[in-house]
């Protein structure tokens, strides 16, 4: 089945240590987007692409980074994480052929910062 | 900008009906709803597009306002597995940017 795949489900890292979160689509949508969820609140758009076109919302963080080096793979990078970016973290698509389409995610990976 | 979902959380016994509301300062150009379980990514309950919009399946319905500014979600006969946040979605005109409402957690007893 066509899907769109997080991994890992779980991620620990420590205070300071660079983090990668990946995500996979086998949906051949144009779209993809980064959420950040924290307990009890909405997601919260970090990045989105259409193909290589990169967004960059104006209030996330420097620490935060992503790529997008073809259409299946979207990377989040963390460079510094804190205590603060435990987290939720999101990866979803549309197909981009118009703008009211609906959002298909992954699972997500729940981030923890020791 | 960030629509505005209210109530911000409802309890409901089993077969009782809710309305969750979905607000905006500015016309949305489509308005989507979705239901999130704890620890669960969204999932997609239906789309709406076009003012004046009413649509709906099983027990959960939906309109959208003449002004498309406002959207309300209901349920009637609520189900244990209603239980969860709620929370509307829209795209900035014009844009592939996709926000979400500020979500409604809805708990159904037994």
């Known amino acids: 089945d066509a899907m769109v795949i997080q991994n890992p489900r779980y991620q620990v890292t420590q205070f300071g240590k660079p983090v990668t979160l990946s995500c996979s689509q086998t949906?051949?949508?144009?779209?993809m987007y980064w959420y950040q969820q924290k307990s009890s609140q909405a997601p919260k758009l970090l990045f989105h692409?259409?193909?290589?076109?990169?967004?960059n919302e104006a209030d996330t963080p420097d620490n935060f980074q992503s790529r997008r080096p073809n259409t299946s793979f979207c990377f989040l990078d963390i460079r510094s994480p804190g205590l603060g970016d435990a987290a939720m973290y999101l990866c979803a698509t549309s197909r981009g052929a118009v703008t009211n389409e609906k959002l298909f995610f992954g699972s997500g990976t729940q981030l923890s910062v020791l | 900008q960030q629509p505005v979902q209210s109530p911000q959380a409802v309890i409901l016994r089993e077969g009782e009906d809710a309305v969750i509301n979905c607000s905006s300062s500015k016309a949305l150009y489509s308005v989507h709803w979705y239901r999130q379980k704890h620890g669960e990514a969204p999932v997609f309950l239906m789309i709406?597009?076009?003012?004046?919009e009413q649509k709906g399946h099983d027990k959960i319905s939906a309109s959208f306002n003449e002004k498309k500014q406002q959207s309300s979600l209901y349920l009637t006969a609520s189900q244990l597995s209603y239980s969860g946040t709620y929370f509307c979605g829209t795209r900035a005109s014009g844009t592939y940017k996709y926000i979400f409402g500020t979500g409604t957690r809805l708990k159904v007893l037994a």
């Open positions: 709406l597009l076009k003012g004046g």
């Open positions: 949906l051949n949508h144009n779209v």
């Open positions: 692409y259409y193909d290589k076109d990169f967004n």
